[in-house]
């Protein structure tokens, strides 16, 4: 019998970022667009706004995303470099030291050594990165990948409320931006809890707070100015 474990963090990287980046378009496009219709402004100024919001909402996103991640991968490749100079000039004491690791974590100082001594045969920097720093290749950084996920999952959220605007009466846009955009969190936060393997209902529950607290706030404040206007 063939025993397989299917598991999930390898899609970490990208699933963050992904679900930050649609998690960000519904909330912030449905709130901009909850806090200027309550300042009684036209439908068309509306969808303006959401437009623009999504435009910005998703360059920043990726630039945020990007300048963030970058660093990370900066960090990891500094010390990727000072690891590869410790070995050139230190190897010996580079093996032991992998050793002394391996024993804290149950291996008999014999067995640690030998283990040592056989990894860094094979890959030398790659297993100091993996043991020493806790880099390995799932968890390494990749700027770009983490950018154009954001960017376009941002999208794609802030499009759903704009969506639900443009079609919407404006009667009663408030609303139903209001009620679909929580729809469309818990929705995401569904499928993000369900590909990550995380519990459902939770997940969904806490993106929908958030979102609720979000469109709340600055739906107070457009019909603050707006009444004050």
Known sequence: MIHS??????????????VMGANDGIVSTSSLILGVAAANTTQSDIMLAGIAGLVAGA??????????????????????????????????LEQEELAAIYETRGLTPDLARQVAEQLMIND????????????????QAQPLQAALSSAATFTIGALLPLLVAWW????????????????????????????????ILKAAARVMFWGALAMGLTYVIGHTFGVMA
């Open 5 to 18: 474990e299917h598991h999930r963090s390898h899609r970490a990287g990208w699933l963050r970022a992904a």
């Open 59 to 92: 360059m920043s996103m990726a630039a945020g995303e990007y300048v963030s991640v970058s660093s990370q991968s900066d960090t990891e490749n500094a010390d990727l470099d000072i690891e590869r100079k410790a070995l050139a000039e230190h190897y010996e």
């Open 124 to 139: 030398a920097l790659g297993a100091h990165a993996r043991d020493e720093i806790g880099i390995t290749d799932i968890s």
């Open 168 to 199: 919407a009466p404006p009667a009663l846009l408030i609303p139903l931006v209001a009620l679909f955009s929580l729809l469309f969190l818990a929705l995401l936060g569904a499928i993000a809890a369900r590909v990550g393997g995380a519990p």
